[in-house]
């Protein structure tokens, strides 16, 4: 697990997350008047806040779990195709 060191800090860009949702929301207040660009920016407000919701109940677990990717979990069972996208052999 040589290769997931490279994660070590990340948990720090998640105070830029905080500013965007910050940032998203006073551009919602600001086009309040207009009509199509307060349409689209609480969109943007809610599609942020679902990211955020997705990390907390499916990454951060396993994060935790983890120790940030450092040490394999002690109950982790790799799913179908080790967690790759082509689960067939590449032709030789």
Known sequence: MLLQQIYRGWALFGSLIV???AA??????LLRH??????LSPFALLCLVA?????????FPINV?????SKMP??????????????RPAPS
Do not use: H, M, V
């Not at 998203?24 to 207040?29: F, R």
């Not at 779990?65 to 990717?69: C, E, I, K, V």
């Not at 109950?75 to 689960?87: H, K, M, S, V, W």
């Open 19 to 21: 500013a965007a949702l």
């Open 34 to 39: 207009d009509r199509g660009g307060f349409r």
């Open 65 to 69: 779990a983890s120790a940030n990717w």
């Open 51 to 59: 990211a955020k919701a997705l990390f907390w109940l499916f990454s």
């Open 24 to 29: 998203t929301a006073l551009q919602a207040l």
């Open 74 to 87: 002690e109950d982790f069972e790799p799913r179908a195709g080790n967690g790759n996208i082509r689960t």
